[in-house]
């Protein structure tokens, strides 16, 4: 019953910070926050965790990606990953422009 409440109450908090992001992204941000949000949904955990969208720029979903081999990866699904979006948000993506991005780079402790 305790893991039940529990969860309960980690659902709801999550439900309230993406209710506070949509806010404050506004009307402007709406449509990355639903790609950002939704990114490991749409292409799964192995690609999301070896990608992560950037910037929704006229339409266009402009794709950080660790290295060639995921980019290809991606690049094969394209079509998949923009017709899913369009399933779950019926709304349009022109196209995908995937980029190569370093790790990010964890910061050293000073001592």
């Known amino acids: 019953?305790?893991?039940f409440i529990l969860a309960m109450a980690f659902s709801s908090f999550s439900r309230l910070s993406e209710n506070l992001i949509y806010r404050l992204g506004g009307d402007k941000y709406r449509s990355f926050i639903h790609i950002y949000l939704s990114w490991s949904k749409i292409v799964g955990e192995i690609l999301a965790s070896q990608s992560h969208p950037v910037k929704v720029e006229n339409?266009?979903?402009?794709?950080?990606?660790?290295?060639?081999t995921w980019m290809q990866e991606l690049i094969l699904i394209k079509d998949d990953i923009i017709a899913k979006y369009k399933s779950i948000y019926e709304e349009e993506i022109a196209d995908i422009v995937f980029?190569?991005?370093?790790?990010?780079?964890?910061?050293?402790?000073?001592?």
């Open 59 to 68: 339409g266009v979903l402009f794709v950080a990606v660790q290295n060639n």
């Open 1 to 3: 019953m305790e893991s």
């Open 99 to 111: 980029l190569i991005s370093s790790p990010k780079r964890k910061c050293k402790r000073r001592k």
